[in-house]
């Protein structure tokens, strides 16, 4: 197989890390997710993730709390998982570095652009952690600026569902899939593919969005490879 892509954001939630559990950090899961990231990185591809912390602590789920406080204790919890996905890859001898936001010196790197780009060029994994560092932005937001920053080529969105439907699959059986959309018409239907600062600067910067279920943690390797699953968000189709 070869792959479409030299350089990638894969943006995971925190929620595909709690595997059926559904809530806190699956191992298992984990490992299979890891199996395929490594998969996808022995084709030759540069590989950067950005996770969430939907599985821990999500900054809107803190009902009645200072909203800038709630977002700093759900950037804390995207430490937590990238330090689990760090250890999952190095226990496949994958060399992972995780990057943060916010500095904690002792447990990872501060985030620094042309370290990341380095660590990239030599083979190593990046996960970045704790967001963009501020309350306010969420971890879609954080994929799409370190995707213009660090000059990736695609973000491949990995989600519960198998792309990007008209309504909630979950609620409405008759949903209809959605193949190929354009920045703005995601922005224009209010379809829940990012939120909106992270489509305006994916549109900003022409970075294309694809959009695919992790159901199959082997889907990783199928998008990367050009594979037509999920949905591709672009510039005008």
């Known amino acids: 197989m070869k792959p479409k892509y030299k350089r990638v954001i894969i943006k995971l939630s925190g929620e595909a890390l709690a595997g059926k559990k559904g809530f806190g950090i699956d191992p298992a899961t984990i490992h299979v997710i890891c199996q395929n990231i490594k998969k996808a990185q022995d084709l030759g591809v540069e590989i950067a993730i950005v996770v969430g ?27 937590i998982n990238a330090l689990a996905l760090q250890d999952a890859l190095e226990n496949m001898g994958v060399p992972t570095r995780v990057q943060t936001a916010i500095e904690m010196k002792e447990i990872a790197e501060p985030y620094i652009r042309r370290r990341a780009m380095r660590h990239l060029e030599k083979g190593r994994i990046v996960i970045f952690a704790s967001g963009t560092g501020n309350p306010f932005f969420s971890t879609d937001t954080t994929a799409a600026l370190r995707a213009a920053e660090i000059d990736a080529e695609v973000i491949l969105s990995a989600k519960k569902v198998d792309g990007v439907y008209d309504s909630d699959p979950n609620i409405n059986p008759n949903a209809k899939k959605i193949d190929r959309l354009s920045y703005i018409d995601v922005l224009n239907q209010g379809l829940k593919v990012m939120d909106s600062t992270a489509i305006s600067l994916c549109m900003d910067n022409n970075i294309p969005v694809l959009v695919f279920g992790l159901d199959d943690p082997e889907n990783i390797v199928r998008v990367l490879c050009g ?11």
């Open 53 to 79: 912390g939907g599985n821990i602590f999500r900054g809107r789920d803190g009902e009645g709390m200072d909203r800038a406080t709630a977002d700093y204790m759900g950037m804390l919890s995207t430490v």
């Open 227 to 237: 594979e037509n699953i999920g949905t591709v968000v672009k510039g005008d189709n």
